[in-house]
């Protein structure tokens, strides 16, 4: 077995890097889609949501620069092009909502799959002994499903 400079096997930690390469690609579909009902949001709800969205956005993006460090510090390379974004990534894509409880939903959705991916990564990580990659996802997945009961009550 070789070793990477961090002291994990270096073909498991490809396979974690790979899978965090899969979230990152989501993360960042993610992020955009709530760029995009940041700006296109209308209604009674307006300020509020604005400020929320806002919120969110720059929260996922702080994730997704982490993700890609973690990638970065596993010894691979992240993606960063709109191609590879669309090729793995599995969030649905929001076009034009401008409507409240469909911009909610969309990110209860959208968090959904986030957290089936991290699930994944989690179990795989622990298997491997990669307790960055395991505290991150942890992390990750205690704040986002608190997103997720969050909005979900608001759509009540």
Known sequence: MTLNSIGLDTTKSKEVAKDLNHLLANFQIYY??????????????????????????????????????????????????????????????????SQDEKAVSLIVESLTELLKIERDILEKSDDVNDEGTNSMMSDFITEQEKTVWMMKAWLS
């Open 32 to 97: 955009q889609n709530l760029r995009g009902i940041h700006w296109n949001i209308k209604g009674k709800r307006f300020f509020d949501l604005h400020v929320k969205f806002e919120e969110l956005y720059t929260d996922a993006n702080t994730k997704v620069d982490e993700i890609a460090e973690r990638i970065l510090t596993l010894g691979e390379t992240p993606y960063h092009t709109f191609e590879d974004y669309a090729a793995h990534g599995q969030v649905p894509v929001g076009k034009n909502i």
